[in-house]
Structures are given as structure tokens and as C-alpha cells.
């Protein structure tokens, strides 16, 4: 098996060298309502993009300050993100550890819900394995906190232990557990220690192990005896509950291939990459016919579809996030080619607004949730996971799509001072009101940054921290 985490560092290095800040001002018009039907019907695009829409200084002044971002705030931002983090890893160490996670309103800790089996909405996550602190070790590194990475390392490789009574979901034990370990064990033996000195004293390879003992446990979940989609749940200590769920969504089971695949390269053994990637391929297999569209949830004992919602949202999300990452990081090319068939088939059929974002008339362009046999709308909400896929645009080289896409959830995100969990485009007011401290629309920011370097990014970026700051901040 061949893996290349060099590829990720090409992607952005690449995608540096396009410029989009030529495009700015037709991204602030999108959001400026002034600008709703003022376009052009020429549809040659224009040398001046300012002309094109007709703008003028004074509709562009509420967005004068994003053409520019000063080096003092930068920094300021740069201590006071330092700071949130310091905040609320400092009161987790001091209140909830060993726990799972801080309960904020009561600053105690909190694990797993025993008493209720059924209270997925926090054992799904919640596995009495550390979880904060496990899931904070690589943000240290991002931190540049040596001295706490390594104190941190100490007490996980002492402490976590994985032979619990705990029934967690495979999906998120994944992405938030091993992942994590997986790099923290990459970043402790990588010889160029390019965010400082994060080398362990006599490391052995204890992340690697506690990986490897991790999915030792997960990989239990495809121990399925109708079909070869996994189980979305197991217990750690006795694996397949008794009480399973017969459905998955297809996010859960079709998003553990960078995972386990990384787990597999390092470990010289192909088991874990090949149950990742075969169930990730029988779920493209299973696409719709005719519209070419995944559902949202499979029943893992007919294999059949029982969920029929085909979105970019929760239940399918990282499935095609992780169809192109997979490529990126392992040069697989039939993740690429899965990824380009169901990429057109979005398009195609969710996506709704005038067909290029940057000229012609008619709507900003949004992805709809639509039946996946037909493509007819299925409701009339988006959800803030959908935010994630921006990012995907841009290291698929989709830039004018990427930068148009970002720029409907900045409006909802500046509407509202942080992303509801699902907005009604057709009401435009939220459907779900709570916001779990998503990273979805942070991170397509970031990839938008890298790929253009434009400030727009930065103010972006600015106006989140902020937020979050004066909102989600329990003092």
C-alpha cells in the first residue's frame, strides 16, 4: 500500500499560486441585497469585475474593511485564539479529567451515560477513554505548547485504556480517537519536528499501539453476518450490542478509510484499509441508477437503501469528503474516480441557482437535499455540516464554486453570529436552533485562505473567533 501525506502539503503549496482576490468584490455582492437582480445579461465575464455588477462605493461600503487585514490584529487574533483554547483546556484539566469532556454549566466532568443506554446523543462520543484530552494532544501541537504535549502524552499513554463498558459509535471513536493518536504517533517520530520539539522522552510507539488496540475493538463492527457493512456501534470491552441498530448512515460506515488506512501503512498489515475500502466502494456501487446518488442511511442487514435523502449534510458528509482526501493522501485513483461520478451527480441534482456563480442572472447557488431516486427537493433546510464542502471544493481545484459556496454560509453565519444546526432556505430563519461548536465552515475558510491568500479570509476568520468568543465562552 502506498501513502503520500506529502500530497496534502502540494495540494495547498498549488493552490497557493491561484490568485481569487480579483473575485472578492463579486462575492461581496452576493451578499449585498442592493445587488439582488442588478447583473448584467451580457454573459461575456467583464475585465472589471466592478463594472460587470454595476457597484458602486457606497454598496460596497459595509465590505471596505475586508479588502485589507492588519498585521496587529493578526497577532492579536493569533494570542486570543491561544488564549480560548488555553481556557477551556485549563477548566477540562482542572474540572472534568479523567472524564470524558467538561460539562460547561455545572464545570464538572462527564462520561459516558450508563444509566441510559439509549442516550446515543452522548455515548456515541463519550467513552470513558479521555476523550478531551486525547482529542486536544495534536491542537497543542498546532499551539506550539511543547511542554504540555508532552505532559499530556505522558498521562495518555499512563492512563488510556480502551477495555471499557462503553458502547461508542465506530465513526466517531475513529476520527476523534485514533485519528488523534495516529498523529500524535506521526508527529512524535517525524524526524524534521516541524512544529517544534515535540519528540517524547523513550517513546516506544505507545500511540501507534493504542491505535492499533483501539481498531482491534472497532473492527469488530464488521463482524456482520447479513451483509458487509459494519455495525455503527460496538462496545468496547464485548463488542456487537446485543441491542444494535440494523442502519447506518453512509458517512459512519463510508468514512474510516484515512484512518484505518494510515493505521494499515503503519502497521505493514492491509486488514484495516481493506474493510474500510471495500465498504466504502459497495456504497458507490449502490448509487441510484439514473441519478447517480447515494442515500442517507443503509440497513446493514438487506443492504438496501432505508434512508433515501441524498444531501451534503449529516448522513453523507464525509463519505465524499474522505473519497477525495483518500485519494490525496493515498494516490488511490479509484477513490478519485468515485468521487468525480458522485461530484457530477451533485451537481446535477442539488445544486439550484444560476449555473455559473461569477455572471448570468438568477439565484446564488445553494445544494438542496433531494430524493435519491428522483432528485425531486426532499425539504426546504441545509445543515451547518454542509459547510465542510467548500473546503472539499478547493482542494478539487473548484475555486469560483468554493469561494461561491463559503459565501452563502458566511451570510447565514454573519445573520446569526454562529451557524444554526439547520436552516430553512425557504423561510430563511433557522429550523434547528443549537450550534455544537462545529469546525465544518472554520475549515473551508482556512482552505480558502491557502488557496488565495485574499484578507476577505482573514476577516472571515476574525469575525468566527470573535463570535465564539463573546457567545459560546461559559465564564
Known amino acids: 500500500m502506498k501513502i503520500n501525506i506529502s500530497r496534502f502539503l502540494y495540494f495547498?503549496?498549488?493552490?497557493?499560486?491561484?490568485?481569487?482576490?480579483?473575485?472578492?468584490?463579486?462575492?461581496?455582492?452576493?451578499?449585498?441585497?442592493?445587488?439582488?437582480?442588478?447583473?448584467?445579461?451580457?454573459?461575456v465575464l467583464p475585465s472589471s469585475v466592478l463594472n460587470y455588477f454595476k457597484l458602486t462605493k457606497d454598496s460596497l461600503k459595509e465590505f471596505d474593511s475586508y479588502l485589507y487585514f492588519a498585521e496587529n490584529d493578526r497577532i492579536r487574533l493569533k494570542n486570543l485564539s491561544q488564549e480560548m483554547f488555553s481556557f477551556g483546556y485549563d477548566n477540562y484539566m482542572n474540572h472534568a479529567y479523567p472524564l470524558d469532556e467538561l460539562d460547561p454549566i455545572h464545570c464538572c466532568g462527564r462520561?459516558?451515560?450508563?444509566?441510559r443506554p439509549d442516550n446515543i446523543n452522548v455515548n456515541d462520543a463519550l467513552g470513558d477513554y479521555l476523550l478531551t484530552l486525547v482529542d486536544s494532544l495534536t491542537t497543542l501541537v498546532v499551539m506550539g505548547n511543547s511542554s504540555e504535549f508532552k505532559q499530556a502524552s505522558k498521562l495518555v499513554i499512563e492512563n488510556l485504556n480502551f477495555d471499557k463498558n462503553s458502547t461508542v459509535q465506530v465513526f466517531e471513536a475513529t476520527i476523534r480517537v485514533m485519528g488523534s493518536l495516529l498523529s500524535s504517533h506521526l508527529i512524535t517520530i517525524d524526524p524534521n519536528q516541524?512544529?517544534?520539539?515535540m519528540k517524547i522522552s523513550n517513546y516506544n510507539n505507545e500511540f501507534l499501539n493504542l491505535a492499533h488496540d483501539l481498531a482491534v475493538r472497532l473492527i469488530s463492527a464488521f463482524n456482520n453476518d447479513y451483509n458487509i457493512f459494519p455495525y455503527p456501534r460496538i462496545n468496547l470491552k464485548m463488542g456487537i450490542p446485543t441491542n444494535s441498530f440494523n442502519h447506518t448512515c453512509t458517512s459512519g460506515a463510508g468514512s474510516l478509510i484515512l484512518e484505518f488506512g494510515t493505521l494499515s501503512y503503519l502497521l505493514n498489515d492491509p486488514i484495516y484499509e481493506k474493510v474500510a475500502r471495500i465498504v466504502s466502494e459497495a456504497i458507490f456501487l449502490k448509487k441510484h441508477p439514473t441519478t447517480g446518488l447515494v442515500g442517507n442511511e443503509l440497513n446493514i442487514k438487506t443492504g438496501n437503501w432505508q434512508g433515501l435523502m441524498s444531501g451534503l449534510g449529516a448522513g453523507i458528509d464525509s463519505y465524499l469528503e474522505y473519497l477525495l482526501k483518500g485519494f490525496v493522501l493515498f494516490g488511490n485513483k479509484k477513490d478519485l474516480y468515485m468521487f468525480n461520478e458522485i461530484k457530477k451527480s451533485v451537481k446535477r441534482y442539488?445544486?439550484?441557482?444560476?449555473?455559473?456563480?461569477?455572471?448570468g442572472k438568477g439565484h446564488?447557488?445553494?445544494?438542496?437535499?433531494?430524493?435519491?431516486?428522483?432528485?425531486?427537493?426532499?425539504?426546504?433546510?441545509?445543515?451547518?455540516?454542509?459547510?465542510?464542502?467548500?473546503?472539499v471544493q478547493v482542494l478539487d481545484n473548484d475555486l469560483d464554486e468554493a469561494i461561491c459556496f463559503h459565501a452563502l454560509y458566511f451570510a447565514i453565519w454573519k445573520k446569526f453570529s454562529v451557524l444554526p444546526e439547520r436552516y430553512?432556505?425557504?423561510?430563511?430563519?433557522?429550523?434547528v436552533y443549537f450550534y455544537p461548536l462545529r469546525p465544518e465552515f472554520a475549515e473551508a475558510t482556512y482552505f480558502l485562505y491557502r488557496a488565495t491568500k485574499s484578507p476577505f479570509y482573514l476577516n472571515v476568520a476574525k469575525l468566527i473567533i470573535e463570535n465564539l468568543n463573546d457567545i459560546t465562552r461559559v465564564k
Open 194 to 197: 516541524p512544529f517544534g520539539d
Open 364 to 391: 446564488h447557488p445553494i445544494y438542496i437535499n433531494v430524493n435519491m431516486n428522483s432528485g425531486n427537493t426532499a425539504n426546504n433546510w441545509i445543515d451547518s455540516l454542509q459547510a465542510f464542502y467548500s473546503g
Open 350 to 359: 442539488l445544486r439550484h441557482g444560476r449555473n455559473e456563480c461569477l455572471r
Open 424 to 431: 430553512n432556505w425557504n423561510l430563511k430563519l433557522p429550523d
Open 12 to 43: 495547498l503549496i498549488y493552490l497557493e499560486k491561484i490568485s481569487a482576490i480579483s473575485l472578492d468584490y463579486t462575492l461581496y455582492s452576493q451578499l449585498s441585497k442592493e445587488l439582488k437582480d442588478d447583473m448584467d445579461t451580457n454573459d
Open 111 to 115: 462520561g459516558p451515560d450508563h444509566l
